[in-house]
């Protein structure tokens, strides 16, 4: 792969443009003129300017990317705002914006590669930090882009509009592009360097993967190392240092010596510490099962009242279904006796009228007529006279309901929340049916139970005004009622009625929950989050023995002016959960399978916070002087994740502070400012703290009792309007008062005919007669048994009522032991706060249904007697505690001989926090974890890290060795100049470090190594043994300095072997290099090329696959070589190699090589009259595409026509003398 085009856009003083690059390309042009700024650019695309990876203006030998010394580097941020000698031709404005810079990289296969082209893009937001006199260009934001199969040009990044050319700010070129080459062509790696080299250095092979990250880190160092030439003083630094990589080991030789020297002395203390601690454990587990088995007990009797309760509800319901069937067949007997009374006149009524056809009355049965006709209008006058009179009470029930409406839409509760009940239509409308919607003077009771006969024209009257009453009453009822755009104002009312309800819920599972975070800091625990809380939980349940523990428990703030703000800072990370170093693993994978958003909490990698907070260096103003801890791993995580953060006193000096804070809750990190301030709710860290959130959510509580107090009042007073509305019914009053008075008219009319018939007597039908008379008799007979049988039933009411009345009571009894029951409930939870009483509550309430009596009462006795043991054996381990603890660390605990109450659980409570603060802070106490580790290394625990670092060291030394081998190996495939020359690395050993390589060799070759023998019991040579003592000693060595530096100095593996490069030459013997090029600095810079070389196609995987990158690039190019040793170079690495060369060299430089290059970039700074942000100058670049023929054809012209005159000056010294 050759790099075909590069692009810039705002990158140092370049124009923004687009080079088109050749085979072998040469930048060149005066000092200070641009040449290496486009090599940094190059450099920047293939190594992502990854720290340790990467050096800005390399050809400058004295300089280094860390600025030592005091010298400013160049940077990505500096580049990207134009920095030249201090001033920036980007500077921004006075509020400091930011400016973005592009460079892309477009990479084509050559000839015989497969992979396809693609375009690698490297952006970068940077903004000047103007403090003072000092200007620092800061880095912003970073991106990466690679798009496979995509070819981009200048025009993707300067884009044109109606307003004119504009650079494509960075947050939208991911999306312009994606819009154009759609998703799958734009790999996006926002700022993570080294996912970006892994998939740069993979696509270069041709690859749709990526290589490892070790792979690619690599690959980019060697490109980088190859750019710039630097004096070759040894041949052996050069080999160790230029193609051998270091490998740290300070930290585990630190981290070993540490480890040694506080074996001894923590052994015997840490013993006696974690013999205190299984007592303390054991009286903690007994107090915890008395609160578990005292909750057991109390639920039980809950249990057991509530199955009381049930029962005796279950009965007096039996019994109210009696008492319901018995009035059923009372009823039922009332209405057969009612029916047989009816047959009973009816025959007597048979009997009457063939009494009157016996006696020949023909009127008799005019009259039965007109009498039936007058009876049925009677019982239909009834009727309606009955309905009237609904109606009547209906009537007031209206008035009544709109009186109440009016006084409830008139308060200024509903005026605010209902406006549009109360508006001037609906008040006049109510205050026409309250003023003329009564209905008058006349009394319809008195009326109705006389005859109407005289009262019609007073009824005539009184119809008009109710009437007009009706019609008011009906119109307010459609005012409410009736359906407008889809919906009545009652369902309006009614869905602002649901609205509150809902506000007041939600008020009251606010209050509910506000008041059980008060009750637990009032038993001074902390509100931890819901997820957190069952993440605990679901520890304990599956791995009790790893002590789960909440951070923000083990920290407290002494100074109370930075709690606020230290607590705002760590935010979350306040909940995160402690448990033993043996556990994290589990307790993760226990977090990871809950379900649903309960598995977000955070495990404290125990372990490894110790380690970095060891190794963290404190300022004096870090917030850990400020805190204070009761759990070592809390200590070390909180050191080692915010140790860095200090506190400053304003917002001026925060703002150049990488992590910080201010006391008034301002903070700084990750090169952004922010607010951090946390309501003293919110508070968690220590006592003081707690008592501050207390005082807070007493306050809240109080305010939420308020709101939810005004919710239920309006939800009483829409529930009344409710009421009101729904209770209004639609009148029918008038046409019944009408139909009255035609009911009687013809009542009137039918008595003037009874009194006008004239009946006379007739014969009897006297068989007819008889047999009525018979029927009679049976059907009084009938209607006798009915009439004593409803006697019989009035008895048996009168017991079932008793019955429950009885069972009322007793049910009322039962109920109010199930409401003590459940308030010693809820006093424990007053007491232990990590008691769920309202879960528990629903669970026994469930299983009361189930209960077994007899069974619950024997395991409630058996449950007491548990709790007498239990009290007992904590007594004496807290006794056998005290006896062997120091003074501060005893107990007081009273043995109690009382009652088992409220009062002793209290008891228990209190001691079970007392006994779990001092196994917390005994347990987690250094000696005590480093205790451990000595019990289960009783016998190998000295010499386990030292097995570790000689396996260590002898894998380096075994690695450094096959690189060489692997180097050697490439370097046979290569040849230089006419003399065919090839170089290959030798090593010797080193006779210091020789004993040290054969131990351990030694050591990592003994079969039981793996069985953790005691290195001192290995079977080892003497020589071995005494290497193995003096490792030892140097770990041990008070002077930690000097010894961890000479340990460092044995652990480096490249200083075990003396390392040489040989040129061979066919027919010659080896030369050696340090020898060789003592003399000339161009003799060992020509190998130092072709070595590097081969490290290039080493690290570029050229024996593997069809595409590579083969591109290179030399800054300062051949500074200690000739024209002819310089020529011979590009050739091989252009010819020879194939690879795509890019070479920078001043212009006094490079003529000779102008045939030999086929594109030439000239770099020129000029003054410029229109100033570019605090510049006044300009760089120009000149692009020549050479035509190579034709400048040999010039070069050897000039050539020629220089040795003529040379020859002829000469010629012309012999003729002068």
């Known amino acids: 792969m050759f790099l075909k085009n590069i692009i810039f856009v705002n990158w140092g003083n370049i124009p923004n443009i687009e080079f088109e690059m050749g085979p072998v390309n040469l930048l060149s042009g005066g000092s200070g003129s641009g040449k290496t700024t486009v090599a940094d650019a190059i450099q920047t695309i293939m190594t992502a300017a990854h720290e340790n990876l990467f050096q800005y203006n390399p050809g400058q030998d004295e300089t280094t990317q860390r600025g030592r010394g005091g010298k400013r580097v160049r940077t990505l941020a500096s580049y990207v705002l134009g920095c030249d000698d201090g001033s920036y031709a980007r500077p921004g404005d006075i509020e400091g914006d930011s400016t973005d810079g592009y460079l892309a990289a477009v990479f084509h296969p050559t000839e015989g590669e497969s992979g396809e082209p693609f375009t690698a893009v490297v952006a970068v937001r940077a903004w000047l930090d103007q403090t003072g006199k000092q200007m620092v260009a800061r880095q912003d934001d970073q991106l990466f882009l690679i798009l496979p199969g995509i070819q981009l040009n200048l025009d993707h990044f300067i884009r044109q509009d109606n307003a004119g050319k504009y650079n494509v700010p960075m947050d939208k070129l991911t999306n312009l592009l994606i819009a154009e080459f759609g998703k799958r062509h734009v790999e996006k790696y926002d700022s993570k360097k080294r996912a970006y080299l892994r998939r740069l250095y993979s696509i270069l092979q041709g690859r749709t993967d990526s290589v490892s990250e070790q792979e690619a880190m690599h690959a980019a160092k060697t490109f980088s190392r190859f750019m710039a030439y630097k004096p070759v003083q040894s041949i052996d630094r050069f080999v160790s240092e230029e193609i051998l990589e270091k490998k740290d080991l300070g930290e585990a030789i630190r981290s070993i010596s540490g480890q040694l020297k506080t074996i001894h002395a923590m052994e015997r203390d840490a013993g006696l510490l974690v013999q205190s601690i299984n007592i303390l454990q054991q009286a903690e587990h007994h107090a915890g099962a008395y609160i578990d088995q005292w909750i057991e007990l109390n639920t039980l009797d809950y249990s057991l009242a509530m199955h009381a309760y049930k029962s005796r509800q279950k009965e007096y319901l039996q019994a109210r279904q009696e008492r319901q069937q018995y009035r059923t067949q009372l009823k039922e007997n009332e209405s057969e006796t009612v029916n047989v009374q009816q047959r009973v006149e009816q025959v007597h009524d048979q009997l009457v009228q063939l009494e009157a056809q016996r006696q020949g009355v023909i009127a008799l049965q005019q009259k039965d007529e007109l009498e039936a006709q007058l009876e049925q209008h009677k019982n239909l006058l009834v009727k309606t006279a009955q309905q009237l009179l609904q109606e009547d009470m209906q009537q007031e029930n209206n008035i009544q309901k709109i009186k109440a409406l009016s006084q409830e839409l008139q308060t200024p509760q509903l005026k605010q929340q209902l406006p549009q009940f109360s508006d001037l239509e609906s008040m006049e409308m109510i205050k026409n049916v309250l003023q003329h919607g009564q209905k008058g003077n006349i009394d319809l009771q008195a009326i109705l139970q006389k005859d109407l006969t005289d009262d019609l024209a007073s009824l005539e009257n009184h119809l008009d005004h109710i009437r007009h009453a009706q019609n008011l009453h009906n119109r307010c009822y459609q005012y409410w009622h009736q359906t407008e755009e889809g919906q009545s104002r009652f369902e309006q009312l009614s869905s602002e009625a649901h609205k509150v309800q809902v506000r007041y819920e939600n008020l009251s599972q606010k209050r509910k929950q506000k008041l059980h975070e008060v009750e637990r800091l009032e038993n001074h625990r902390v509100n931890y989050p819901a997820f957190v809380q ?684």
Request: aromatic share 8%; glycine share 4%.
């Open 534 to 1217: 069952r993440a605990i939980d679901a520890i304990r349940q599956a791995c009790p023995e790893a002590d789960p523990r909440v951070l923000c428990d083990h920290v407290d703030v002494k100074d109370a002016r930075w709690q606020m703000a230290i607590e705002g800072y760590m935010g979350g990370a306040r909940f995160s959960i402690l448990v033993d170093e043996s556990c994290e693993a589990e307790s993760i994978r226990i977090i990871r399978q809950l379900s649903g958003r309960d598995n977000r909490a955070r495990i404290i990698q125990g372990q490894k916070a110790r380690r970095d907070s060891e190794r963290a260096r404190q300022q004096k103003n870090s917030i850990i002087k400020v805190l204070e801890f009761s759990h070592t791993t809390a200590m070390h995580y909180v050191t080692a994740s915010y140790g860095t953060v200090l506190m400053v006193d304003s917002a001026e000096e925060l703002k150049n502070t990488g992590r910080g804070l201010t006391d008034d809750g301002l903070a700084a990190g990750n090169y952004s400012m922010w607010r951090c301030d946390l309501p003293d709710t919110d508070l968690v860290f220590g006592a003081a703290a707690r008592e501050r959130a207390l005082k807070a959510k007493q306050q809240e509580l109080l305010t939420l009792t308020e709101d939810w107090q005004r919710a239920n009042d309006q939800m009483q007073q829409l529930a009344r309007v409710q009421d009101n509305v729904r209770s209004l019914i639609k009148l029918n009053y008038a046409q019944t008062l009408s139909d009255i008075m035609v009911m009687q008219r013809e009542i009137q009319k039918l008595d003037n005919l009874l009194a006008q018939l004239d009946l006379s007597e007739h014969e009897e039908l006297e068989q007819k007669l008889n047999d009525l008379k018979q029927q009679e008799q049976q059907h009084q007979l009938q209607h006798n048994t009915l009439l004593k049988k409803s006697g019989e039933l009035v008895i048996l009411l009168e017991n079932i009522k008793e019955k429950c009345e009885k069972l009322s009571d007793l049910q009322d009894r039962t109920l109010q032991q199930v409401e003590i029951c459940e308030e010693n409930l809820r006093t424990i939870a007053t007491q232990w706060a990590e008691f769920d009483v309202d879960k528990k509550l629903d669970n026994a309430e469930k299983e009361s249904t189930q209960l077994n009596e007899e069974v619950s009462r024997n395991f409630r006795e058996e449950v007491e007697k548990n709790l007498h043991e239990l009290e007992r054996k904590m007594d004496r381990s807290i006794q056998q505690h005290n006896e062997h603890c120091m003074p501060a660390d005893s107990l007081i605990y009273e043995n109690y001989s009382g009652n088992y109450d409220q009062a002793l659980f209290a008891l228990i409570c209190n001691t079970h926090k007392q006994l779990d603060s001092l196994y917390n802070r005994l347990k987690n106490n250094i000696l005590v974890e480093k205790h451990e580790q000595l019990s289960q290394l009783k016998d190998s625990f000295n010499n386990a890290f030292v097995t570790h670092l000689c396996h260590t060291i002898h894998q380096a030394v075994s690695s450094g060795k096959r690189q060489i081998e692997l180097l050697n190996t490439e370097l046979q495939h290569h040849r230089f100049g006419a003399d065919q020359e090839m170089f290959r690395f030798d090593s010797q050993w080193m006779p210091e470090y020789r004993e040290y390589a054969r131990f351990f060799d030694e050591v990592i070759k003994q079969p039981t190594l793996n069985d953790e023998t005691s290195l001192f019991d290995m079977p080892l040579s003497q020589k071995s043994e005494k290497v193995r003592d003096q490792l030892i000693k140097m770990l041990l060595d008070e002077d930690e300095h000097k010894a961890l530096k000479e340990l460092e100095r044995i652990a480096d593996y490249r200083n075990y072997r003396r390392y040489e490069i040989y040129k061979e030459v066919e027919g010659k013997a080896p030369i050696a290099l340090s020898e060789y090029g003592t003399g000339s600095g161009g003799q060992l810079e020509t190998p130092a090329y072709i070595i590097r070389s081969a490290a290039i196609t080493s690290a570029f995987r050229f024996s593997e696959g069809t595409s590579h990158l083969r591109m290179v690039l030399v800054d300062e190019a051949f500074s200690k070589m000739d024209e002819s040793r310089s020529r011979e170079v590009i050739n091989y690495l252009t010819k020879s190699l194939g690879l795509q060369l890019v070479f920078i060299m001043p212009s006094s430089k490079s003529g000779p090589f102008m045939d030999l290059i086929s594109n030439e970039f000239v770099f020129a700074k000029c003054p410029d009259k229109t100033p570019r942000g605090q510049l006044q100058t300009r760089v120009w670049v000149d692009r020549k595409q050479c035509n190579q023929d034709k400048i040999k054809a010039l070069w050897a012209n000039h050539r020629k026509t220089e040795q003529y005159q040379a020859e002829m000056d000469f010629m012309q010294e012999f003729i002068d003398a």
